[in-house]
Every structure is written in structure tokens, then in C-alpha cells.
């Protein structure tokens, strides 16, 4: 019989670096880490914290392969339902199913626009007079106060979602229109997500009016496309860290027989999209923010039968091969330039889409920033 002093200890498991733990878990997807702030309390405090939470997001939107990427999906029904799906899923099967999302504001019977994204915050306007910031991914929201603008018949609200890098602060634009007086008064208000108030700022330039429903956030710039007393249509571009305004110039474009051109973005970049001769759909877009020389035609997509009922909406995304993601009567379509063809991609669960947006799965928290 052998002693204890005979017995054979086993090595010890070896441990982990932080260093190394942090790397893995910052590579994760926002559902694992959620369900990992509860192994203890060490993991709890890492993924809970401002560095760990900014390198987890510029480690989800710097990624090219829309892996960490989903689209918002507003449904055509009566009441507001919110669906949500994998871009990847979208480009690479035939059918894909939609989760159900709970929207924080209950109306059931009042569809509340999408505002924008940004580094996966969702922005919605409630009723005109407020806005909720909202992140799906970890289901944190935060409605903002009112507004308070002096409302009357004919009176709309234009906002905008973006971010100031250097106050390292979300906000949102408000540009409140009154096409009653004369040249279309404009009232802009700012909203900041740190003070959780707004606050006014210079109003837009005399005379320029804007006629899409949303700012588009580029650079550190929101971008409008905007109605003017001196000329058919301008981009106006608000700085967000200055709150100034200035003039984007759109590329030399084919004006006669066009639409009114509209704005996105694609890949970080500014677009400009118009219908030619209600048989094309035209993108342009600005590879360097600001330089007119920059914009390039980026696709041309035929339209589908009956144009003069139907116009593309988006466009949404563009996947690695350069298939281009629209709408068009009320479902998702793909376009690839590269034969010409369109995809249909089947989305279970769903009778048709009012509404569409991109956003990236964060840990951003609109409470605590």
C-alpha cells in the first residue's frame, strides 16, 4: 500500500491572462456577453466597462463582413410590430427568419419613424415631439423630453442621429419647419444624449427648407437634402461638434428627366440616389466627405415592371460582392451589378416591410455614456 507522500499531484490548469480574456471576449457577439456578465463578477465589471464597451464597438462597426450587423423591419400592419434579421442571412439564404422586437414606447396603434442608427443606437421620432434612443441589442432605452415647439397645421419636425467625437457625445438634431411664414421658417434644437436635454441652436440657412425626413450622419456631420429659393435642391450639412452649417456640392448629374435626388449612406460614406426617366434608379457616391471631385456613380439598377406605382427605397446595404440591398413594393430585394440580376430573399413572418435600417449589435447604452 503506498503512502500519501507516493501519490502523484496533478498540475494545476493554467491561468488565463485579463489581457487575453479581454481580447476573446471583445470579439464576441452582444447576446454571449450578456449572458457572460453573469459567470462573476470580474467578467460582470469588464464588460460593464466604457473602454471594454468602446473597443467591442469599434471592433462590431469597423467589420467588413456583416457579421455583427441587422435590419429593422417595420411591418405594414395595423399595429407596430418590429422585426429584426442577420444582414448575412439576407444575402446568403433564401429565407430567413425575423425575431420579434419589444418596442419600449406602448402604442401599439402608432407607427413611430426611424430616425437613424449609429454605433447601434436606433433613433425613432415620437410623435414629432420627442425622440427615443434605443439599443436592441441589449434592450436599453431612453426617451428624451419634449420638445415643446410652437405646433400648428402644416408644421412638420426633420431629425437627425449622430455622433460628436470629440465631446464624446450622441445627439439629435431637430430641424422644425413652419412653411406658414415666409421662407419656411426653421427652428433647430439639439439634443444631447449625456444632458438628456436640448438646447437651441443657429437656425438653417434663410430660405432652404428640408425635404427629406432625415439627416444623414457622416464625418461628424449631419446631411440634408434640402429644398432653396436660390436653386432646385442643396445639400445642407450641420457640424456636430461646431453646430455650423455648410454646403455639400452634388456631383455633376443628368437634372433633366431625373427625380428629386434623395440621401444615404453606404460603408460610412454620403449617397445620392434619384430616378432616371422612371426606368433607373441612379447611386452616387462621395468617397472623400466633402470633395465634389469624390462622387462617383456607384450603380445604375433597372426597374422593375410598373415604376410609375412604385419607387426603390434605400439603398439599405451593400454586401462584399457589391450586391446592392432595396426595397421595392413593400419587400427586400438584392440587385447584383455584376450580371444584372435580382434576389428576392423570403422573410418568414413578415406580409410586407413599411420601413427598413441597418444597425450594428453594441454594448453602447443610451443611459449610461
Not at 47 to 58: G, Q, R, T
Not at 88 to 110: A, G
Not at 116 to 123: A, K, P, Q, T, W
Not at 241 to 254: D, G, Q, R, V
Request: aromatic share 12%; proline share 7%; hydrophobic share 35%.
Amino acid at each position: 500500500m503506498s503512502s500519501s507522500s507516493d501519490q502523484v499531484s496533478l498540475p494545476s490548469l493554467p491561468s488565463i491572462p485579463d489581457e487575453l480574456i479581454e481580447e476573446i471576449l471583445s470579439r464576441l457577439p452582444v447576446r454571449s456577453l450578456l449572458q457572460f456578465r453573469s459567470v462573476c463578477k470580474s467578467w460582470m465589471s469588464l464588460i460593464s466597462d466604457p473602454y471594454f464597451v468602446k473597443k467591442h464597438l469599434n471592433l462590431s462597426t469597423q467589420s467588413t463582413n456583416l457579421t455583427r450587423h441587422r435590419i429593422i423591419l417595420t411591418d405594414t400592419t395595423a399595429e407596430f410590430h418590429l422585426k429584426s434579421c442577420p444582414l448575412t442571412s439576407l444575402f446568403n439564404n433564401p429565407s430567413t427568419i425575423c425575431e420579434d422586437l419589444n418596442y419600449p414606447v406602448k402604442n401599439k396603434f402608432r407607427h413611430d419613424g426611424i430616425v437613424g442608427s449609429c454605433n447601434g443606437l436606433l433613433c425613432f421620432a415620437v410623435k414629432g415631439d420627442s425622440v427615443l434612443l434605443w439599443n436592441p441589442s441589449t434592450r436599453v432605452s431612453k426617451k428624451s423630453p419634449p420638445l415643446c415647439n410652437n405646433w400648428r397645421p402644416g408644421c412638420f419636425t426633420n431629425f437627425g442621429l449622430g455622433y460628436d467625437q470629440k465631446n464624446d457625445d450622441y445627439k439629435v438634431v431637430a430641424v422644425f419647419c413652419d412653411p406658414n411664414v415666409y421662407f419656411a421658417e426653421t427652428n433647430v434644437k439639439v439634443y444631447s444624449m449625456a444632458s438628456n436635454s436640448w438646447r437651441k441652436i443657429q437656425d438653417f440657412p434663410h430660405g432652404v427648407t428640408p425635404y427629406q425626413n432625415s439627416g444623414k450622419f457622416v464625418s461628424g456631420t449631419l446631411n440634408w437634402a434640402a429644398n432653396s429659393s436660390s436653386c432646385l435642391w442643396i445639400i445642407v450639412s450641420l457640424d456636430l461638434h461646431k453646430e455650423t452649417y455648410n454646403e455639400i456640392l452634388p456631383p455633376h448629374y443628368e437634372k433633366e428627366e431625373c427625380s428629386t435626388p434623395s440621401l444615404g449612406t453606404l460603408k460610412g460614406c454620403l449617397c445620392m440616389n434619384y430616378d432616371y426617366k422612371k426606368s433607373y434608379f441612379v447611386l452616387w457616391m462621395m468617397k472623400e466627405y466633402g470633395v465634389r471631385e469624390s462622387w462617383v456613380k456607384m450603380v445604375t439598377i433597372p426597374y422593375l415592371p410598373n415604376p410609375e406605382d412604385f419607387s426603390y427605397s434605400g439603398p439599405y446595404c451593400v454586401s462584399d460582392n457589391g450586391e446592392v440591398m432595396l426595397m421595392f413594393e413593400f419587400d427586400l430585394i438584392l440587385y447584383d451589378p455584376r450580371d444584372q440580376s435580382f434576389k428576392y430573399p423570403k422573410v418568414h413572418s413578415g406580409k410586407g416591410w413599411f420601413d427598413a435600417e441597418v444597425y450594428a449589435e453594441t454594448l453602447l447604452s443610451p443611459i449610461k455614456h
